[in-house]
């Protein structure tokens, strides 16, 4: 894999913890965003900068792994991208919403990572 595609997927993976990360601040306090119905649903999702703000950076982490793909097979940039997600949502979860990482949740990491590794570069 070159240069640019390690770029256009780790673009893609930052884009993608940014969304995931907005939609927890807009919506993480919530007990259940569809305990309304889901015509509120959408009404609390459209009316909600943070919420507006994630769906956007969700629209860019699919222009970068769509760029990506043009460049490299499916079956690694998808896991590579992935992965990474994975490791910045650990980072994010843990430092700006104060959520524990235990034993248990870094050897599901470890296993996750390793899965990914085994299919990516040995599959």
């Known amino acids: 894999m070159d240069r640019l595609s390690l770029f256009l997927l780790a673009g893609s993976a930052f884009f993608n913890a940014l969304a995931n990360t907005m939609m927890k601040f807009a919506f993480g306090h919530q007990k259940s965003l569809l305990d309304g119905g889901v015509v509120s649903a959408v009404l609390s999702i459209v009316l909600n900068p943070w919420a ?72």
Do not use: H
């Open 52 to 123: 507006v703000a994630g769906v956007g950076c969700f629209g860019v982490s699919f222009v970068f792994l769509s760029a990506a793909l043009t460049r490299t097979d499916l079956s690694i940039a998808y896991p590579f991208m992935s992965g990474l997600v994975f490791l910045l949502i650990l980072a994010v979860s843990t430092l700006f919403f104060s959520e524990q990482v235990n034993v248990w949740r870094l050897a599901g990491m470890g296993s996750i990572l390793a899965g990914i590794w085994m299919i990516a570069v040995k599959g």
